[in-house]
């Protein structure tokens, strides 16, 4: 069958690599710090500009595609998915640590297409089939297959009906490309990513992030979630400041499970392909299925772990990303 985004998907990782390259310059000037829709929801020059070239390049390969990118959307552009093939852009995920030189920081960058065929994510590719690679023998995944690594009956299917097609990370100060396409996997620099094997979530870390709200009562609803976790208890509790590096962190087996409410779409399109890619599940903080629109995630290895933290969670529901959007998903 003829690969339709491959090419894509290459431009993808090509224009990440470019980004990560003027965020790694950028670093090293004095940056220019404005506010958005608070005084801590930080915007830089180099957010903008790095938006800038990744559409302006995707653009000239690929005239007709759409785009949701933050900083368009910050400056007025509809936050639309639809059947057309669409870039979902973060230029600099971890903006604050950016801003302070805080060494994690992410270009996102994923790819939507055929909303409305969206399959199941769960579902399998036959019976039987086990994954080779760093899981070793008898690991077994919960999505469908590429022809040599991935098999799977659906264990576990995911509580997810994902739309990305493709995903792209790069965690550009670790010099980490993290990729992962629709049943084929999902690789950090061409290896393969597997999910952490634990399911006792006493025996497991745990990432979050604090957002940009500071609205006492959700600020007291994040703290209530944050007790009621770290007393299950639990390992340690881990904050990279960036949910996309959050996720591939719990893509790379390093923490059992991200959850956070408040990111946006562009924060997590790459990033829950590449989860779910490397055998992960991706829930709603308060056990449904995940909706890339809706600003509420948890990215687990497992549903047992999915399930756990989604008890503990005191839920929120902040505006979603498509509210203002003719014709959004209710
Ligand atoms: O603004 P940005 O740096 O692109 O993205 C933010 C980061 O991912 C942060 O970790 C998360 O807590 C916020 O919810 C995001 O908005
Ligand atoms: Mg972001
Ligand atoms: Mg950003």
């Given at each position: 069958?003829?690969?339709?985004w491959q090419?894509?998907?290459?431009?993808?990782v090509?224009?990440?690599?470019?980004?990560?390259?003027?965020v790694?310059e950028?670093?090293?000037?004095?940056r220019?710090?404005?506010?958005?829709?608070?005084?801590?929801?930080l915007?830089?020059?180099?957010?903008?500009?790095v938006?800038?070239?990744?559409?302006q390049?995707?653009?000239?390969?690929f005239?007709?595609?759409?785009?949701?990118?933050?900083?368009s959307v910050?400056?007025?552009?509809?936050?639309?998915?639809?059947?057309?093939?669409?870039?979902?852009?973060?230029?600099i995920?971890?903006?604050t640590?950016?801003?302070?030189?805080?060494?994690?920081?992410?270009v996102s960058?994923?790819?939507s297409?055929?909303?409305?065929r969206a399959?199941?994510?769960?579902?399998?590719?036959?019976p039987?089939?086990?994954?080779?690679?760093?899981?070793?023998?008898?690991?077994?995944?919960?999505?469908?297959?590429?022809p040599?690594?991935?098999?799977g009956?659906?264990?576990?299917?995911?509580?997810?009906?994902?739309q990305?097609?493709?995903?792209?990370?790069?965690?550009?100060?670790?010099d980490k490309?993290?990729?992962a396409?629709r049943?084929?996997g999902?690789?950090?620099?061409?290896d393969?990513?597997?999910?952490?094997?634990q399911k006792?979530i006493?025996?497991s870390?745990?990432?979050?992030?604090?957002?940009s709200?500071?609205?006492?009562?959700?600020?007291?609803?994040?703290?209530?979630s944050?007790?009621?976790?770290?007393?299950?208890?639990?390992?340690?509790?881990?904050?990279?400041?960036t949910?996309?590096?959050?996720?591939?962190l719990v893509?790379?087996?390093?923490?059992?499970?991200?959850?956070?409410?408040?990111?946006?779409?562009?924060?997590l399109?790459?990033?829950?392909?590449?989860?779910?890619e490397?055998?992960?599940?991706?829930?709603?903080?308060?056990?449904?299925?995940?909706?890339?629109?809706?600003?509420?995630?948890?990215?687990?290895?497992?549903?047992?772990?999915?399930?756990?933290i989604?008890?503990e969670i005191?839920?929120?529901?902040?505006?979603?990303?498509?509210?203002?959007a003719p014709?959004?998903?209710?």
């Amino acid at each position: 069958m003829t690969d339709l985004w491959q090419d894509a998907m290459d431009h993808a990782v090509s224009a990440a690599r470019g980004a990560g390259q003027v965020v790694r310059e950028a670093l090293l000037e004095d940056r220019m710090v404005m506010v958005k829709s608070s005084s801590v929801d930080l915007v830089t020059q180099t957010d903008q500009k790095v938006e800038q070239l990744i559409i302006q390049s995707v653009k000239e390969k690929f005239p007709t595609h759409r785009f949701i990118g933050e900083e368009s959307v910050a400056a007025g552009e509809p936050c639309v998915l639809s059947d057309e093939p669409t870039w979902i852009i973060d230029p600099i995920d971890g903006t604050t640590n950016f801003v302070h030189r805080f060494p994690f920081v992410a270009v996102s960058i994923g790819f939507s297409v055929n909303k409305q065929r969206a399959e199941p994510a769960g579902r399998a590719s036959g019976p039987g089939q086990q994954r080779a690679g760093p899981a070793g023998p008898g690991q077994q995944l919960s999505r469908a297959s590429g022809p040599s690594q991935r098999a799977g009956p659906a264990a576990e299917p995911l509580l997810a009906f994902l739309q990305v097609e493709f995903g792209v990370v790069y965690s550009c100060l670790e010099d980490k490309m993290f990729t992962a396409r629709r049943g084929r996997g999902s690789f950090c620099n061409g290896d393969p990513l597997q999910v952490s094997e634990q399911k006792a979530i006493q025996q497991s870390i745990i990432a979050t992030e604090f957002g940009s709200d500071r609205d006492p009562e959700v600020v007291d609803k994040i703290f209530s979630s944050l007790r009621n976790i770290l007393c299950i208890p639990v390992h340690g509790i881990r904050s990279a400041g960036t949910a996309a590096i959050n996720m591939c962190l719990v893509a790379s087996g390093c923490v059992e499970a991200y959850y956070e409410i408040g990111m946006h779409v562009w924060d997590l399109a790459a990033a829950s392909l590449i989860v779910s890619e490397a055998g992960g599940v991706l829930m709603d903080v308060e056990g449904g299925p995940f909706d890339l629109m809706s600003r509420r995630v948890i990215a687990a290895n497992n549903r047992t772990i999915a399930e756990r933290i989604s008890g503990e969670i005191q839920a929120y529901a902040p505006a979603r990303d498509d509210a203002a959007a003719p014709g959004a998903d209710p």
